[in-house]
């Protein structure tokens, strides 16, 4: 059977939105822009008390709408999918937009490869006026993941460079198989589930290009308009990375997939650390302990075949001072771990750090 045409692949292209009108309409006339023969725009409102409802009657015809009771992302991302029959789908916030050859260029991917279950793109971060920052989402300095992940994101999901919702495009097939998103634990950021479990689905590649515009408003609700520690949006990511975590094992083991005991990751380690030193009280995992959490560190930094020795070193060492720092340094330390911008200097020399070789360490314990 010969391989699809791009032009004959469908991409449905599913808006979610809640009191975004200010931006809804520049995120569905970017959808429907799109230079791709075949796309469908569904746009879903979640339960906005803005306006939003009265600016998508300027649409009515040109675009599927549905409206809901608000019920968080993932309630309105689980909505489109009922509507949607696309063989690709991409998940657009209605406070960002695509750049018009987005559906195509996904489109393509997936057609030249049959094995794909995800294709992401990078971001290009805009203000609130829709200016460009000069930045792109993941950073330029990171390798772009590509290929077979399972074991990367078995071993560790969360230091992957990934994109965030409007940044991918998903086989619909994938998605279906992990349907519906859990809505009690992803009233935001639904892509920790629906980015990291494609990925155990079929094969992820990564396009060069900027294929979305990511705009950092001030209202975003999970995005900091500057890169400041927030404690709060921290216990915030611990919370998605441990839901998605117990997600990932469960669909690891009904696939049959080989996984370590318990799924960690460098940067989730890292948050929870930081949160136990800086706001003990308020720390969302009650077992978690200094000694535990550098235990926890080390073993998932030897799991992190994507990395060299150096960097390896980098991050014990890391581990070890913010365990012991007065909580002053201890802040500091965080922010140069969590905010790239804060460490421009360094970022060449890690980035060349990392390793290319791709290869799985022989233990993941």
Same mark, same amino acid.
């Given at each position: 059977?010969?391989?699809?045409?791009?032009?004959?692949?469908?991409?449905?292209?599913?808006?979610?939105?809640?009191?975004?009108?200010?931006?809804?309409?520049?995120?569905?006339?970017?959808?429907?822009?799109?230079?791709?023969?075949?796309?469908?725009?569904?746009?879903?409102?979640?339960?906005?008390?803005?306006?939003?409802?009265?600016?998508?009657?300027?649409?009515?015809?040109?675009?599927? $709408?549905?409206?809901? *009771?608000?019920?968080?992302? !993932?309630?309105?991302?689980?909505?489109? @999918?009922?509507?949607?029959? &696309? /063989? %690709?789908?991409?998940?657009?916030?209605?406070?960002?937009?695509?750049?018009?050859?987005?559906?195509?260029?996904?489109?393509?991917?997936?057609?030249?490869?049959?094995?794909?279950?995800?294709?992401?793109?990078?971001?290009?971060?805009?203000?609130?006026?829709?200016?460009?920052?000069?930045?792109?989402?993941?950073?330029?300095?990171?390798?772009?993941?590509?290929?077979?992940?399972?074991?990367?994101?078995?071993?560790?999901?969360?230091?992957?460079?990934?994109?965030?919702?409007?940044?991918?495009?998903?086989?619909?097939?994938?998605?279906?198989?992990?349907?519906? $998103?859990?809505?009690? *634990?992803?009233?935001?950021? !639904?892509?920790?589930?629906?980015?990291? @479990?494609?990925?155990?689905? &079929? /094969? %992820?590649?990564?396009?060069?290009?900027?294929?979305?515009?990511?705009?950092?408003?001030?209202?975003?609700?999970?995005?900091?308009?500057?890169?400041?520690?927030?404690?709060?949006?921290?216990?915030?990511?611990?919370?998605?990375?441990?839901?998605?975590?117990?997600?990932?094992?469960?669909?690891?083991?009904?696939?049959?997939?080989?996984?370590?005991?318990?799924?960690?990751?460098?940067?989730?380690?890292?948050?929870?650390?930081?949160?136990?030193?800086?706001?003990?009280?308020?720390?969302?995992?009650?077992?978690?302990?200094?000694?535990?959490?550098?235990?926890?560190?080390?073993?998932?930094?030897?799991?992190?075949?994507?990395?060299?020795?150096?960097?390896?070193?980098?991050?014990?060492?890391?581990?070890?001072?913010?365990?012991?720092?007065?909580?002053?340094?201890?802040?500091?330390?965080?922010?140069?771990?969590?905010?790239?911008?804060?460490?421009?200097?360094?970022?060449?020399?890690?980035?060349?750090?990392?390793?290319?070789?791709?290869?799985?360490?022989?233990?993941?314990?």
């Amino acid at each position: 059977m010969s391989a699809p045409d791009a032009a004959d692949l469908a991409v449905d292209i599913v808006i979610s939105n809640h009191n975004y009108a200010e931006f809804l309409g520049d995120a569905i006339e970017s959808a429907r822009r799109q230079t791709h023969p075949e796309v469908r725009v569904i746009v879903v409102d979640d339960g906005s008390t803005d306006g939003s409802r009265e600016r998508l009657r300027d649409y009515e015809g040109e675009v599927e $709408i549905v409206l809901k *009771e608000n019920g968080g992302q !993932a309630s309105a991302l689980n909505a489109g @999918m009922e509507r949607a029959g &696309g /063989d %690709v789908v991409i998940f657009l916030d209605a406070d960002d937009s695509l750049e018009p050859d987005a559906a195509r260029q996904a489109a393509h991917a997936f057609a030249a490869d049959p094995r794909l279950a995800k294709v992401q793109f990078r971001m290009a971060v805009l203000d609130a006026a829709g200016r460009p920052t000069g930045v792109t989402k993941p950073t330029a300095y990171l390798g772009a993941p590509a290929g077979d992940m399972r074991a990367s994101e078995l071993a560790f999901p969360f230091d992957l460079p990934w994109s965030a919702t409007s940044g991918n495009a998903f086989r619909q097939t994938a998605l279906r198989r992990i349907l519906p $998103i859990p809505e009690r *634990e992803y009233r935001l950021c !639904a892509d920790w589930y629906v980015v990291h @479990m494609t990925a155990l689905l &079929g /094969d %992820v590649a990564t396009l060069e290009e900027v294929g979305a515009n990511h705009r950092v408003h001030g209202r975003n609700n999970y995005e900091r308009e500057h890169p400041q520690l927030d404690l709060a949006r921290i216990r915030d990511t611990i919370g998605y990375a441990d839901a998605t975590s117990g997600s990932l094992a469960r669909l690891a083991d009904e696939l049959g997939l080989e996984r370590p005991e318990r799924i960690l990751a460098v940067s989730e380690v890292a948050n929870r650390l930081i949160s136990l030193r800086l706001d003990p009280a308020r720390h969302p995992l009650p077992g978690d302990t200094r000694r535990g959490l550098v235990a926890d560190g080390l073993r998932a930094v030897r799991r992190r075949f994507d990395v060299s020795w150096p960097m390896k070193l980098a991050f014990v060492a890391w581990f070890l001072a913010v365990a012991v720092a007065p909580k002053p340094l201890v802040r500091r330390l965080a922010e140069l771990f969590l905010f790239p911008e804060r460490r421009a200097s360094l970022n060449p020399m890690l980035g060349r750090l990392r390793r290319d070789d791709g290869e799985p360490a022989a233990e993941v314990a």
